[in-house]
């Protein structure tokens, strides 16, 4: 286990943050106004250590895998769409592709476990565990053995790529299943609460995904913990963020995570070691039903460690588009810090 899962320390710095508050509040603007662009240029400091905190060679890695469970109709598009979207990263015609392009994210698609034989290229690691996690409604997603093997290898592909910032995508026809029932299990949810239309189920398809999930979560009553519930609900691609987020972390990486299944990945992590949630940027709300839950259980609610996402546009894409999006908000905090000036510097008269 403590191979598996690295020790992560606190970013508490009583001086630090204190010196941080000061350069911000000396800026030239009433005090706080830039709001949460000014919580955000007082998280990336204390990530980086630095009154002056810089992104370089930001990663976005998409991890995609498949699922065992989409056989019972939880999702309303066949697995088939896993490979094929994957494909459709590669060429560049994905969402996520745009927008890694238009704000110079280096983009590298991860099989985790897609049930497709790829032909290798530039951009695509292979890195599958298995031809898709099993049918969860039967047995276990994954056995313990996979679950480390998929943590492992998250943590060992993104140690070995350059920068200090991970963006988080996934692509997983049938993952807001597994999504949800994290959520469920780790924050004792019904799981009718965390459980959403995913890619667009109809209300008979939700009825039809939540009374599926209900039974998953019966089969495995015994996967209670951070690791066991992976194993149980799968996916590989999720096992594989935990591992990124792990060693992004410990890295004292910045994290930006993306939506409904990528914060799911953060829940497990954090379960394992709460100072993550330190190194995590939350980009967006997304609309699928059961994230604004996912955010709210991985910290208490008065804890300053609370996930505050940037944006609220009613995306529910995944594959990192919404950490795409808010991109150039982390980009425009480390700028404001560096260059606006502070009243003294102006000539600029303080509050009376
Ligand atoms: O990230 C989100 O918030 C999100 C919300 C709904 C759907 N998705 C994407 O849709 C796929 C999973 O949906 P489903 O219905 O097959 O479980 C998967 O590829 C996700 O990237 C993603
Ligand atoms: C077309 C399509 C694109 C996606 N991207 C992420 N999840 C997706 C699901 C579908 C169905």
């Keep these: 286990m403590h191979d598996l899962i690295p020790h992560i ?5 009583a001086t630090l943050k204190a010196e941080l ?16 662009l000014e919580t955000l240029m ?64 280096e983009m590298t698609v991860v099989d985790a476990g897609v049930a497709h034989d ?19 409604s039967e047995q276990a997603a994954m056995s313990m053995d996979q679950c480390a093997t998929a943590i492992a290898a998250g943590r060992k592909l993104l140690g070995q790529r350059p920068g200090n910032a991970l963006l988080l995508g996934e692509m997983g026809i049938g993952n807001t299943s597994s999504a949800a029932l994290l959520l469920a299990r780790l924050a004792d949810l019904p799981v009718a609460d965390c459980a959403g239309r995913g890619t667009g189920l109809d209300d008979a398809g939700l009825t039809h995904k939540i009374s599926v999930l209900e039974k998953v979560l019966q089969r495995h009553p015994e996967a209670r913990e951070a690791l066991p519930a992976l194993a149980a609900f799968g996916g590989f691609e999720i096992a594989m963020m935990v591992g990124a987020v792990l060693q992004a972390a410990q890295e004292n990486r910045v994290i930006v995570v993306d939506g409904f299944i990528s914060s799911s990945a953060v829940l497990v992590a954090s379960r394992l070691r709460p100072a993550v949630l330190e190194r995590c940027v939350f980009a967006h709300q997304s609309e699928e039903r059961g994230h604004a839950l996912m955010l709210q259980a991985m910290a208490p609610a008065e804890s300053a460690l609370r996930p505050q996402p940037l944006l609220n546009l009613g995306l529910r894409l995944g594959e990192g588009s919404g950490a795409a999006l808010a991109w150039p908000l982390l980009e425009s905090a480390c700028r404001v810090m560096a260059e606006m000036a502070s009243f003294a510097s102006a000539g600029v008269s303080e509050k009376a």
Excluded at 9 to 13: E, K, T, V
Excluded at 21 to 36: E, F, M, V, Y
Excluded at 118 to 136: E, H, M, S, W, Y
């Design 42 to 105: 007082m998280q990336l400091g204390l990530i980086q250590g630095t009154l002056r905190p810089q992104l370089r060679e930001p990663q976005m890695m998409v991890f995609a895998g498949d699922h065992g469970l989409a056989a019972q109709g939880v999702s309303a598009y066949p697995s088939d769409v896993t490979w094929q979207m994957v494909e459709n990263f590669l060429a560049g015609g994905a969402a996520v592709s745009v927008l890694a392009r238009q704000h110079g994210l």
């Design 9 to 13: 320390s606190s970013l508490q710095d």
């Design 118 to 136: 790829f032909a290798p290229r530039a951009g695509l690691v292979i890195a599958k565990i298995a031809c898709g996690t099993q049918d969860a």
């Design 21 to 36: 508050q000061q350069c911000i509040d000396g800026k030239t603007k009433p005090l706080g106004a830039l709001g949460r």
